[in-house]
């Protein structure tokens, strides 16, 4: 268990590097990155969406979006 000081935030931090680590080692036979599979997910929930939409949702500005979304 985690000691009384340290931050719950910390560990959620852990959880989400090692997902995204994971997401980019399954996916790179692909060419694919994690941030590009969450892109290509939000396409396939909600179709048609409009990248003002998208960008709104996910808070990113257009310029870092456009660097990671780089096809």
């Known amino acids: ?3 009384q000081n340290e931050s719950i935030g ?10 995204m ?3 980019s080692r399954s996916f790179r036979p692909y060419d694919l990155g994690a941030r590009q599979l969450d ?3 939000a396409l ?6 409009s990248q003002d ?3 709104y949702a ?8 456009a660097a990671y979304y780089r096809f």
């Open 1 to 3: 268990m985690a000691h």
């Open 10 to 19: 910390k560990w959620f931090s852990i959880i989400h590097r090692y997902n």
């Open 21 to 23: 680590m994971y997401k």
């Open 39 to 41: 892109f290509l997910s």
């Open 44 to 49: 396939y929930q909600k179709d048609g969406i």
């Open 53 to 55: 939409e998208f960008y």
């Open 58 to 65: 996910d808070q990113w500005n257009r310029s870092r979006n």
